[in-house]
Each structure stands twice: as C-alpha cells, then as structure tokens.
C-alpha cells in the first residue's frame, strides 16, 4: 500500500503568498532607510563654486584717470585800437592766417554827426560872437600897446613912478592873453562849422586813414567775434586766432592725486577720436586749487594739471581746441610686477589677505600688498607667481573650505 502524503506540506500557491507578505513587512523600513540616506545626501557639505586667477608677474601702472580738455598754448585776441566803423570782416573759423601778412580787420574813421537848421544857426551865432570878442580883444590889445609905449616914454622922462609903469605893463600882457584866447575861441567855431559845410567833409577826414589790423601770429582763426560791419568801440574784440598744432591739454584731478602726480609724468590720452593714444607729458601742476561740485552735489577740491603732447602734429590733424580727451596719469610703473586682482584682496583687521587654492580648499593667505591700479595689486609678500588664488570670496568661503573652480567665459 502506498503511504499517504503529510497532511501540514504547503502548496506552491501558499508558499509564494507568504514570502511577499515577509517582502511588505521590509517595505517600510527600506523606505525610511532611503529618507535617510537622502537627508544625509541633502546636507552634506559640497564644495563652493568660485572664480579663480592666478597671481603672474608683468607690467603694473599707478594711475590717475580722469577727463581732460584740449587747449591752444598761445591764443592772441585782435581789438580794435581806435574806435570807428568796422568793415565787414571775410574770415570764417578755421580760416588760415600768417604773422604780420593777412590783414584780419580793417577800421575806417568816423563820418561827422550832421546838424540840423537849428544846431547850424546856434554855431553860426557862436560864430560871430567869437569874432566880436577877437575884434575887441585885438583893439584893447593895441590900445594897451600904445599905452604902455606912452608910460615907458614918461618914466624914462622921470615923470611918472614906477608902480604905474608896471601897472601899464600888467594891462599890455592881460590884454595879450585875452586876444589870444579869443582867437582860440574863434577858430574852434570856424572848425565846427567847417565839418558840416557842403564837399568839406572828405576834406577834414582825409587825413584818418583807414586801420588794417593784420594777424599778430601764424595759425587759424578760431572765433570771430564781430563778423558783420558796424560802429565798433576801441578795444572791442573782433578775431581770436591761434595755431592748433601747438596743444595742451587741461585735466581737472583731485587735489589729493594732484599732490602725487611728478612733473614730467607720461600721460596716455584716449577717447579723442583716434584709434591710437595720444602721449603726453605733464608740464606742471597749478599750485592753486578751487572748489568744484561733482554730479552727485558733492564739493571736491581739483586742481589743473597740465600736459603737453608729444604726439606729432600728423597723427592728430583733426584735434582742435577745446576737444574732451580721457586721461590716463601714469604716476608709478614696474616692468616686472608680481601683480593680482584687486577682487581677490580683502582685509582681514588690520592686514590684507587672500583666499588661495590649495588640494580643492580654500587657504587663508595673509599678504602685504603695494601699489594698485584699480583693477591689479601689487603683491610684495606672501604670494608666489603662478599661485592660483580666488575670487570676490563670498562669506560661504572661509579657511579650509572645499572649492571647486568655475570657467567664466569670455566676454
């Protein structure tokens, strides 16, 4: 007989029923071991991203960049000497003139003011009045003559005294004054008189030749004050002229950077309309300085600094006076710098320092750093060329964080 099979053996079906009811029972726990591992994934530290340069050695300048204005060295004013009618004068701005030859202005005399039938009959009036009084003047005159000649005639003769012979003497000189004034008086009238009768008018001015005025220096006329003709009055300013290849150029700086910039500093002038600098080299820096309110309403104390250009006359044909020019002072210069950013440098109390790469963390580096041109710094200590260090640090930056070095793009 065959013997009965065991009646607790499982089937097939049951058994697989229970091994997923054991895989439910690990669900949970494999669900939260995973929340874990994420959160612990989620706040573990990873390394700050940031820019990086490396410190090199090269050319590093100090300077002083402001705006400037072009200015002609010598610029000379031609006035009026005499007042009179000017001429029309031909000359526009720009025109070309040489020294003692191109005649810039002529001035020709005042015609004389016409009288009207009453101003006329006055100084004919006044006229005959000095004729009366040079009439009586000459007879008192020649009567005191006679007298005097009488009286010298008695005091020879010791008739008279000497006091009366010295009073016939008094009224002979009184009565010559008095006839030579008249006489003055006369021709005076006769004069006026004579500017306003008929075809005598050419006659008086004759002698009062027209003015010519002629360009006291070579160059170009750059203004013309009066152009058209009218009366103009003496020293009245008509032309201005002066030779544009002969420039300077005018930089208003603080006073504080005025007081650091050396006479015969180079200057590096850009932004004129040229696509090559212009050099120059300061000339001076004015010893008084004035008050000038920026854009933003703040009082700056400025002071002119003054520059000539070396630049040939041929390189800059079209620069003119008063053209803006951007200025580039170069007060201190070093071939071979050890140079780096200025955004990698901060203070740290009282030093400088920076924030070097070392092995994928950031490295505390105190440096001493020495001249700055605003976008480099010198760097006298602390760092070596060829040293990678970091950029505008963050506050995430601190001493032996993780970095990673991130590329920027060219602009």
């Known amino acids: 007989m065959n013997p009965s099979p065991p009646e607790n053996r499982t089937s097939p079906?049951?058994?697989?029923?229970?091994?997923?009811?054991?895989?439910?029972?690990?669900?949970?726990?494999l669900g939260g071991l995973l929340l874990v591992a994420l959160i612990v994934a989620g706040l573990w530290p990873k390394p700050v991203p940031v820019e990086t340069a490396?410190?090199?050695?090269?050319?590093?300048?100090?300077?002083?960049n402001e705006e400037g204005k072009t200015r002609i060295k010598h610029r000379y004013v031609v006035a009026a000497p005499v007042t009179g009618q000017l001429r029309r004068i031909p000359f526009k701005a720009g025109a070309e003139v040489t020294a003692g030859e191109t005649v810039v202005a002529v001035i020709d005399p005042l015609s004389p003011t016409l009288l009207d039938a009453r101003s006329r009959t006055t100084l004919e009036a006044k006229r005959d009045s000095a004729v009366a009084n040079l009439e009586k003047a000459r007879s008192a005159h020649a009567f005191s003559v006679n007298e005097l000649r009488r009286y010298e005639k008695l005091y020879g003769e010791k008739t008279i005294s000497t006091q009366e012979r010295e009073a016939a003497q008094l009224r002979e000189a009184s009565a010559a004054r008095e006839e030579a004034a008249?006489?003055?008086?006369?021709?005076?009238?006769?004069a006026e008189l004579t500017e306003f009768t008929t075809g005598a008018a050419g006659e008086t001015n004759g002698v009062c030749a027209a003015r010519e005025l002629k360009a006291p220096c070579s160059g170009r006329v750059l203004r013309v004050f009066e152009e058209n003709a009218r009366v103009v009055a003496a020293g009245t300013p008509l032309v201005e002229i002066g030779d544009p290849t002969e420039l300077e150029v005018v930089v208003e700086v603080l006073s504080r950077d005025g007081a650091a910039i050396p006479t015969g500093a180079k200057v590096e002038f850009e932004q004129w309309g040229g696509s090559e600098p212009l050099i120059g080299r300061v000339r001076l820096v004015e010893p008084a300085a004035f008050t000038k309110v920026s854009a933003l309403g703040v009082e700056e104390q400025r002071v002119n600094a003054v520059a000539d250009l070396i630049t040939p006359p041929e390189q800059r044909n079209n620069l003119g006076d008063s053209f803006r020019v951007e200025a580039k002072i170069i007060v201190w210069e070093a071939d071979d710098a050890l140079k780096v950013p200025a955004g990698a440098l901060f203070r740290q109390g009282q030093e400088w320092a920076a924030f070097i790469l070392a092995d994928g963390r950031a490295k505390l580096q105190l440096v001493k750093v020495g001249r700055s041109s605003g976008t480099e710094a010198q760097v006298l200590s602390g760092l070596d060329p060829g040293t990678t260090v970091i950029l505008y640090p963050s506050s995430r930056v601190h001493d032996g964080q993780k970095v990673t070095p991130i590329l920027i793009s060219p602009r």
Not at 54 to 64: M, N, Q
């Open 13 to 29: 079906a049951a058994r697989r029923n229970s091994t997923k009811q054991r895989a439910r029972r690990w669900l949970p726990y």
């Open 54 to 64: 490396v410190a090199t050695r090269g050319l590093l300048r100090a300077t002083v």
């Open 182 to 190: 008249a006489e003055s008086a006369w021709r005076q009238t006769e």
